[in-house]
């Protein structure tokens, strides 16, 4: 399969909680409570895992917690899925965030290059 992303993704060990999901118009999913397991981020998006059936095209707020000090809140959408054993990876495109996201991912991946 060719990789067609934007921007390069690290990887991450990150927990995210979605409770959530909403649409543009106005459709909203409640009390979702799905643990998420962060394996990469970029610039553009997100990676992740989890056991939960999420639905493709709807957004949820996310807390990205980088390191010890630096976190990112941001508006991700869900774009694809894909089957891994007994959970799902979904792919995701961050499309809400601070304009400071981009120092802080800097920084992010410079330490761990460290």
């Not at 060719?2 to 909403?22: Q, T, V, Y």
């Not at 394996?39 to 980088?66: C, E, K, M, Q, W």
Request: charged fraction near 25%; proline fraction near 3%; glycine fraction near 6%.
């Amino acid at each position: 399969m060719i990789d067609m992303r934007r921007e390069r993704r690290w990887p991450a060990s990150l927990k995210l909680e979605i409770s959530s999901l909403f649409k543009q118009d106005n459709e909203k999913i409640e009390n979702v409570d799905a643990p998420i397991e962060v394996i990469d981020v970029s610039h553009a998006g997100v990676g992740f895992r989890t056991t939960s059936v999420l639905p493709i095209g709807y957004y949820f707020n996310a807390r990205l917690v980088l390191g010890e000090k630096d976190a990112l809140n941001c508006v991700v959408r869900i774009l694809r899925q894909q089957e891994d054993g007994d959970a799902f990876i979904y792919g995701c495109e961050i499309v809400g965030a601070a304009s400071i996201m981009d120092y802080v991912l800097n920084d992010y991946v410079a330490n761990m290059n460290d």
